[in-house]
T-cell receptor
Framework: KQEVTQIPAALSVPEGENLVLNCSFT??????LQWFRQDPGKGLTSLLL?????REQTSGRLNASLDKSSGRSTLYIAASQPGDSATYLC????????????FGDGTTLTVKP | DVKVTQSSRYLVKRTGEKVFLECVQD?????MFWYRQDPGLGLRLIYF???????EKGDIPEGYSVSREKKERFSLILESASTNQTSMYLC????????????FGQGTRLTVV
């Protein structure tokens, strides 16, 4: 059974800092990995999708990497802003879950002005 | 842009009531999913559907049923609502296959009293 871990559970940084969020998983037989953002009381917003054959994806100030051999993904946020404050979740698709997604518990990011 | 719309942001229902949560997507996606999200437990899959009238149980189907009569609409039914079904409910959709991106609705916060 796929297990997904996100560490740390919470992170607080000053505005302007570059930061890295981590996602580790146990089953490398995945189709893709997706990073989401969730604001309090809201749904999930898709940030980046990395297919299993890819190593990284970039969108604006966000860069996500995938290393299947070590079972790890990172989400890099450059020049953080208070508006980046949210919970960030990673989700793995495929492997033993046959196309369904397994989610981590998320990292709650606070960017202080 | 893909749009996944859940019929209500907030619902308050009484114990024993039959509750319908509706989800509509506008991108002709084959796959649709219902999750619940609880603090400390993360997102858990209740049911998913990969085609009209098709459904499969997720990890926690007990106490729930689903209906998919049209491709764009996926309904979650609480046959007899109980207080332990108080939760945030999230609907998602994606194209067929495991390599595609998942999109989420804005969530429904259900309180059963």
């Amino acid at each position: 059974k796929q297990e997904v871990t996100q560490i740390p559970a919470a992170l607080s940084v000053p505005e302007g800092e570059n930061l890295v969020l981590n996602c580790s998983f146990t089953d490398s037989a995945i189709y893709n990995l997706q990073w989401f953002r969730q604001d309090p009381g809201k749904g999930l917003t898709s940030l980046l999708l990395i297919q299993s054959s890819q190593r990284e994806q970039t969108s604006g100030r966000l860069n996500a990497s995938l290393d299947k051999s070590s079972g790890r993904s990172t989400l890099y946020i450059a020049a953080s802003q208070p508006g980046d404050s949210a919970t960030y979740l990673c989700a793995l698709r495929g492997g033993t879950n046959a196309g369904k997604s397994t989610f981590g518990d998320g990292t709650t990011l606070t960017v202080k002005p | 842009d893909v749009k996944v719309t859940q019929s209500s942001r907030y619902l308050v229902k009484r114990t024993g009531e039959k509750v319908f949560l509706e989800c509509v997507q506008d991108m002709d996606h084959e796959n649709m999913f219902w999750y619940r999200q609880d603090p400390g437990l993360g997102l858990r899959l209740i049911y998913f559907s990969y085609d009209v009238k098709m459904k499969e149980k997720g990890d926690i189907p007990e106490g729930y049923s689903v209906s998919r009569e049209k491709k764009e609409r996926f309904s979650l039914i609480l046959e007899s609502a109980s207080t332990n079904q108080t939760s945030m409910y999230l609907c998602a959709s994606s194209l067929r296959g495991g390599r595609t991106e998942a999109f989420f609705g804005q969530g429904t916060r259900l309180t059963v009293v």
